[in-house]
């Protein structure tokens, strides 16, 4: 608990709660769970248990993709997000590219019911399908994006992290790159001709996930990229003209 914290506490509870948030705050209730919102990309989303609560490495994440997505020839384009969680990722690309159809995936009925929340909150037409990843997704797009669940059981986590956030946003199995595999192993089928996929990752998994490039999309180009802190947390497979 520190002054910010306290601050924000104070600023967005009603008057009536603001006793017993001060109090949740201070037994380790992260402040966005106490005041159910937190600004993306500079929009409000509400935020609950049943969603992560969504981190400044997913805003860098979007802010990369859309300099790619620049770099598509197609108009009107597609893009499929897997794990949508709060939608921040989905809604957030609707919202800087409006003229493009946004899908947005989660197996979480009650993650979903967030995410279609902050689409009317923030005026955002989004479809959003009930879905283990790829299961029940049809068509094909020029853009698939996820912020899967990526933490190895045996990782070293944050025990705040661990006692709030949903474990089905956080977990994966096989060392936590289950859902890279089980995307990119299925991914082609959803694919356009030009297309670009964007992962973020855990920040030791690079070579792995880079691996598992390799061995999907063999012949596509592949770069992993950094955050601001220099650590390898976004992976980005892509085919953005034949010639
Ligand atoms: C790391 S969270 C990301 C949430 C949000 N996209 C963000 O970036 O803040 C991963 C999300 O994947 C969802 N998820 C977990 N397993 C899934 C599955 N098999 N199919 C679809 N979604 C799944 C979780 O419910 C969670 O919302």
């Given at each position: 608990?520190?002054?910010?914290?306290?601050?924000?506490?104070?600023?967005?509870?009603?008057?009536?709660?603001?006793?017993?948030?001060?109090?949740?705050?201070?037994?380790?209730?992260?402040?966005?769970?106490?005041?159910?919102?937190?600004?993306?990309?500079?929009?409000?989303?509400?935020?609950?248990?049943?969603?992560?609560?969504?981190?400044?490495?997913?805003?860098?994440?979007?802010?990369?993709?859309?300099?790619?997505?620049?770099?598509?020839?197609?108009?009107?384009?597609?893009?499929?997000?897997?794990?949508?969680?709060?939608?921040?990722?989905?809604?957030?690309?609707?919202?800087?590219?409006?003229?493009?159809?946004?899908?947005?995936?989660?197996?979480?009925?009650?993650?979903?019911?967030?995410?279609?929340?902050?689409a009317?909150?923030?005026?955002?037409?989004?479809?959003?399908?009930?879905s283990?990843?790829?299961?029940?997704?049809?068509?094909?797009?020029?853009?698939?994006?996820?912020?899967?669940?990526?933490?190895?059981?045996?990782?070293?986590?944050?025990?705040?992290?661990?006692?709030?956030?949903?474990?089905?946003?956080l977990?994966?199995?096989?060392?936590?790159?289950?859902?890279?595999?089980?995307?990119?192993?299925?991914?082609?089928?959803?694919?356009?001709?030009?297309?670009?996929?964007?992962?973020?990752?855990?920040e030791?998994?690079?070579?792995?996930?880079?691996?598992?490039?390799?061995?999907?999309?063999?012949g596509?180009?592949?770069?992993?990229?950094?955050?601001?802190?220099?650590?390898?947390?976004?992976?980005?497979?892509?085919?953005?003209?034949?010639?």
């Open positions: 608990m520190n002054e910010k914290e306290i601050e924000y506490v104070k600023r967005y509870s009603k008057k009536e709660d603001l006793k017993s948030n001060l109090k949740k705050l201070e037994e380790g209730l992260p402040v966005q769970y106490i005041v159910g919102n937190v600004d993306f990309y500079g929009r409000i989303f509400k935020v609950n248990k049943n969603v992560l609560i969504p981190r400044f490495e997913t805003e860098e994440l979007i802010y990369k993709t859309l300099q790619y997505i620049k770099k598509l020839s197609q108009q009107k384009l597609s893009i499929l997000d897997l794990g949508t969680g709060s939608g921040c990722i989905a809604i957030t690309l609707k919202k800087e590219l409006p003229n493009t159809q946004v899908i947005a995936v989660d197996l979480s009925d009650d993650a979903l019911l967030v995410a279609r929340e902050n009317k909150q923030n005026d955002a037409e989004i479809t959003f399908l009930h283990d990843m790829l299961e029940h997704v049809t068509g094909t797009f020029d853009v698939i994006i996820s912020n899967p669940p990526y933490i190895a059981k045996t990782d070293e986590v944050d025990e705040k992290v661990i006692k709030y956030e949903p474990h089905m946003a977990f994966a199995p096989n060392d936590g790159l289950y859902f890279y595999q089980s995307i990119l192993k299925e991914a082609h089928k959803f694919l356009k001709e030009q297309f670009i996929i964007a992962f973020e990752i855990g030791a998994q690079g070579e792995q996930v880079v691996g598992l490039a390799n061995q999907f999309f063999a596509c180009n592949i770069s992993l990229e950094k955050d601001m802190q220099g650590r390898d947390r976004f992976l980005f497979i892509f085919q953005l003209d034949k010639n």
